[in-house]
């Protein structure tokens, strides 16, 4: 199989890996608790291996599509946020729960949302150029969403050192590593062929992520679902919800078809990997339910995107003209 094979079927892939993590998980949740040890490390190489295939360099090509630069940042930044505080709200006597689902509403995805996009006949192209954008922009906002959205409830008070500690060591570390390997191999054959080597990692570390993350947390989801039922409407609720958000700011902007589903994808697939080392730095109290709570996201936004897929380009619009 070629990278390009290995790329198209990743999504089956991955949803194979999932169901096998969890049946793995409750079969033997004494075996798969172990794997707990390798979520870290595992994460950290995969977004040293996603982060080697954003064009940071070629900022400037996320940015000249005005239009659709304009619309994902104003769906992405202001209209899910927003989404997301009128979704969450009914949480507040559920603080765990409440900070799990905000860190992954909040944050956009950045790696398979390519994929997706790709599958539900949008432009894949534009997604890739405009992730250094949606990334760093996610980076700084996550702060300011959480102070905003939790400052009120006194059940929710968060570690700045662990949480901070997670961040750097799990996406700044990548990322500034994948940004110096990518100016290096302009200059060096060696560091071109590392790259190319890298470049077939994504899709297996991917599957290696939800193994350990899945295999891991799926006991914990398993054993508090009842604590987790309040935040399963939120989820759905948003599934049915952001892709509406991402096709009218499409139409506000008066995108292309496939423009539009792009912007849709990206605002309803989450950064729930990413951000889930941040909820297990979260303090002791409400650490374990807020990481459940963000797993029981990916489970759900797994199955969503396979009716994306089918949705979006039915609907997202037929018409391939400018509106």
């Not at 064009?55 to 005005?66: A, R, T, V």
């Not at 059940?155 to 901070?164: C, L, T």
């Not at 039922?229 to 509406?244: N, Q, R």
């Not at 506000?252 to 605002?267: G, I, Y």
Request: proline letters at 7%; a neutral charge; one cysteine or more.
């Amino acid at each position: 199989m070629d990278r390009e094979s290995l790329e198209r079927n990743q999504i089956p892939v991955y949803f194979a890996c999932a169901v096998i993590a969890a049946i793995g998980g409750i079969v033997a949740p004494d075996a798969a608790g172990n794997l707990d040890v390798l979520v870290t490390p595992a994460i950290a190489v995969l977004m040293y291996a996603m982060f080697l295939q954003i064009p940071f360099l070629d900022l400037k090509q996320g940015l000249s599509n005005k239009a659709f630069i304009s619309a994902v940042l104003l769906s992405n930044f202001v209209l899910i946020p927003l989404l997301v505080w009128a979704l969450t709200g009914g949480l507040d006597d559920h603080p765990a729960l409440l900070v799990g689902a905000l860190l992954v509403l909040l944050t956009p995805c950045i790696d398979y949302v390519v994929v997706f996009t790709h599958l539900g006949k949008g432009d894949a192209r534009l997604i890739l150029a405009a992730t250094p954008v949606l990334l760093l922009l996610q980076l700084l906002l996550l702060p300011i969403y959480l102070s905003v959205m939790t400052g009120s409830e006194p059940g929710v008070v968060i570690a700045i050192a662990p949480f901070v500690e997670a961040f750097l060591f799990l996406i700044v570390v990548p990322l500034l590593l994948a940004v110096t390997t990518a100016g290096l191999a302009r200059r060096s054959v060696i560091v071109e062929r590392w790259n190319a080597a890298w470049a077939w990692l994504p899709v297996p570390a991917m599957a290696v992520v939800l193994v350990v993350v899945i295999g891991s947390q799926i006991g914990s989801i398993v054993r508090e679902i009842e604590r987790l039922l309040p935040v399963i409407p939120v989820y759905i609720a948003f599934m049915v919800c952001a892709p509406l958000v991402g096709a009218l700011t499409s139409r506000m902007f008066k995108l292309q078809a496939e423009a539009a589903r792009a912007v849709t994808f990206s605002s309803s697939t989450r950064n729930s990997l990413v951000v889930l080392p941040l909820a297990l730095a979260l303090p002791e109290e409400i650490r374990g339910l807020a990481a459940a709570a963000v797993i029981t996201q990916t489970l759900i936004e797994l199955v969503s995107e396979l009716v994306y897929v089918r949705v979006v380009p039915a609907f997202v619009w037929r018409a391939r003209k400018p509106l």
